[in-house]
């Protein structure tokens, strides 16, 4: 997974109201996973949580391009031509990212590596490369160089050095897989989410009608710019902060125009990749794409003004309370 971390404009979660709730955390992808459970029995939460996180933990082993040999390691280290198996999580994101970087006309891409690589120095500071590097780093870049055949789950490069890096997909797929898990358990409300970065919501609370939460300013996360139930779907979260960089796949460079963007869908995988799209789409490419997928909904706030958050989608539908 990417090093980075979203939390500056993290949701928040107003739980202090919410009876027989179970809070268990756990450290991994970079970050905080936390998972609430509203359950009278507190041991049954607590056993299914661990079992929660001991995916969590198999899925970064095969997820996370930093990890020697887990499978998108061995897909990356592939010479062009060449094609390699790997398991059915790492095949299920890959086929899922491919997926949204057609729905989206290329602002999401994997295979975007080289570009981060390109940019981001090791203390996670924008460099100044040349215009040459820039321009072979996005050569290597397209989801069109990775081919997928699902009879036997392989990957083949069509091009050499692609270098995927699955930061902006990861954690809402595995955020999507303890859920299962959870309702594999019997388990069915609950709140789960990544770094704060991004959120699953089950059923709600007894009484409510929804899990309540609040989104904070980016710059000032004190300020409370909307409140809103979420219920039976996923939210995600992106944004520039300091060790934050989001690259414009379709460009070749950073994104500067965008400060956040949010992104509510049925699955919290559609949900973080759309929420990194959003960030480099324009304002009529977001509106065509939340008309086309009535379950999708975006809010983003724009550098050139703060002040304002620009809505697209049904967010009647959740109850929002704008402030």
């Not at 859920?179 to 970065?197: E, N, R, T």
Request: contains cysteine; hydrophobic residues 35%.
């Amino acid at each position: 997974m990417s090093e980075e971390s979203r939390d500056i404009h993290k949701f928040r979660f107003q739980n202090d109201s919410i009876s027989d709730l179970h809070n268990f955390s756990h450290e991994a992808m970079a970050t905080t996973f936390e998972i609430s459970i509203q359950s009278e029995d507190r041991d049954y939460a607590n056993k299914a949580a661990i079992a929660g996180f001991d995916e969590l933990d198999k899925l970064e082993q095969q997820l996370s391009r930093y990890i020697e040999n887990s499978d998108i390691s061995r897909v990356n280290n592939l010479t062009q031509g060449r094609t390699t198996r790997i398991g059915l999580s790492a095949f299920d994101c890959l086929s899922t990212a491919k997926d949204i970087h057609n729905q989206t006309s290329g602002a999401f891409d994997v295979t975007i590596g080289s570009l981060y690589d390109c940019w981001i120095d090791e203390n996670k500071e924008i460099k100044k490369p040349i215009d040459e590097a820039i321009s072979i780093a996005k050569r290597y870049t397209g989801t069109n160089l990775l081919e997928l055949d699902e009879t036997d789950f392989s990957v083949k490069l069509v091009s050499e050095k692609v270098c995927l890096d699955l930061g902006g997909i990861g954690k809402g797929y595995a955020v999507d897989q303890i859920a299962q898990l959870l309702y594999d358990w019997s388990i069915d409300k609950a709140l789960i989410h990544g770094g704060y970065s991004t959120i699953v919501a089950l059923n709600p609370p007894d009484g409510r009608k929804g899990w309540p939460v609040t989104i904070s300013n980016p710059q000032q996360p004190s300020e409370i710019l909307a409140r809103f139930d979420l219920a039976n779907c996923a939210l995600g979260i992106s944004g520039l902060q300091k060790g934050r960089h989001i690259i414009d796949p379709r460009t070749a460079r950073p994104v500067h125009a965008t400060l956040a963007a949010w992104a509510l869908a049925e699955r919290a995988a559609e949900a973080d990749a759309l929420s990194t799209a959003f960030m480099v789409m324009n304002h009529q490419e977001i509106e065509k794409f939340c008309q086309d997928n009535p379950t999708v909904l975006s809010a983003i706030i724009r550098e050139h003004s703060l002040e304002k958050i620009y809505y697209f989608g049904r967010w009647d539908q959740m109850g929002l309370d704008k402030k």
